[in-house]
């Protein structure tokens, strides 16, 4: 059974940062490819960061890029989402998704990720 919990969300100001982490258990966490995604309200959910198995490869949301960076520690099952300049249109649950295959590649769609955390809340407001 695999587990995912997330952890780092809040209430920011404007051009602040925020750290996500997410904790994994119950595969072996180095052989799939991972992902960040968020869910605003009223708006369908959607890759914010994705990084392949071996971390050499990753995917960001044209909305993102140069803001956030998206890494993970295999040694300790644990990927991590660091969030700069945050702006109030990046306030949303952001969810932990663990991918379907054991590949190297990177996957963008929520049906790629049958794993998902529980979700944390991200709010930027000043």
């Known amino acids: 059974q695999v587990q995912l919990v997330e952890s780092g969300g809040g209430l920011v100001q404007p051009g602040g940062s925020l750290r996500l982490s997410c904790a994994a258990s119950?595969?072996?966490?180095?052989?799939?490819?991972m992902g960040w995604f968020r869910q605003a309200s009223g708006k369908e959910r959607e890759a914010v960061a994705v990084?392949?198995?071996?971390?050499?490869?990753?995917y960001y949301a044209d909305s993102v890029k140069g803001r956030f960076t998206i890494s993970r520690d295999n040694a300790k099952n644990t990927m991590y989402l660091q969030m700069n300049s945050l702006k109030p249109e990046d306030t949303a649950v952001y969810y932990c998704?663990?991918?379907?295959?054991?590949?190297?590649?990177?996957?963008?769609?929520?049906?790629?990720?049958?794993?998902w955390g529980q979700g944390t809340q991200v709010t930027v407001s000043s």
């Open positions: 998704a663990a991918g379907r295959w054991p590949s190297s590649n990177v996957y963008t769609k929520t049906n790629q990720y049958p794993y």
């Open positions: 990084v392949s198995r071996g971390g050499d490869s990753t």
């Open positions: 119950g595969r072996t966490f180095s052989n799939y490819p």
